[in-house]
């Protein structure tokens, strides 16, 4: 998920593009203005923190862009590609790295388990994702050998 601070930024796309020249697909997609019941449960995890309630006002000041990636090792991948949560400790090269200062602006939000992107996607994409294949995917996965 993009944050608000990536769509106030103006760059959203640079970074999403990132992901998707990495190799991953998108499976969905989506613009919206969270209100404060999805933020909440988005946020469950953290409940008690010292951070919960500036993430919910920052998550909930404008809108964020959701997304699903889809590919081998994509949550590595995208954890790795998006940097350590606190920007300064996160390495050049990474989206926090590049691009961020301080953990309540870090820009992009990644599921960090299966079970964890699972109810993610079932809470942002209620209707599902879109299923489908590239013909490029079979030269970046092991499952799909060239022929
Ligand atoms: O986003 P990530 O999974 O890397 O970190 P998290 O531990 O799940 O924390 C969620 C969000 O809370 C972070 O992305 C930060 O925006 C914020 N946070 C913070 O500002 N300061 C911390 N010490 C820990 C988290
Ligand atoms: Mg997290």
Do not use: C
């Not at 020249?21 to 999805?38: E, N, S, T």
């Not at 909440?40 to 953290?46: D, F, G, L, M």
């Not at 942002?124 to 079979?138: K, L, M, T």
Request: charged fraction near 25%; hydrophobic fraction near 45%.
């Amino acid at each position: 998920m993009l944050k608000p601070d990536a769509i106030q930024r103006g760059i959203a796309f640079e970074l999403l593009s990132r992901f998707e020249k990495r190799g991953l697909r998108f499976a969905a997609l989506r613009l919206l203005k969270v209100d404060r019941a999805m933020a909440e449960k988005h946020y469950a995890v953290h409940k008690g923190k010292f951070f919960y309630d500036d993430l919910v006002k920052v998550i909930t000041a404008s809108p964020v862009v959701a997304s699903v990636l889809e590919g081998p090792n994509a949550i590595a991948v995208v954890r790795s590609m998006v940097g350590s949560t606190r920007p300064h400790e996160a390495t050049e090269g990474s989206i926090r790295g590049d691009y961020a200062l301080v953990g309540l602006r870090n820009l992009v939000h990644a599921s960090d388990a299966p079970e964890t992107a699972a109810s993610e996607i079932a809470l942002w994409f209620p209707e599902g994702v879109v299923s489908y294949a590239r013909d490029i995917d079979r030269w970046m996965s092991e499952d799909k050998a060239p022929s």
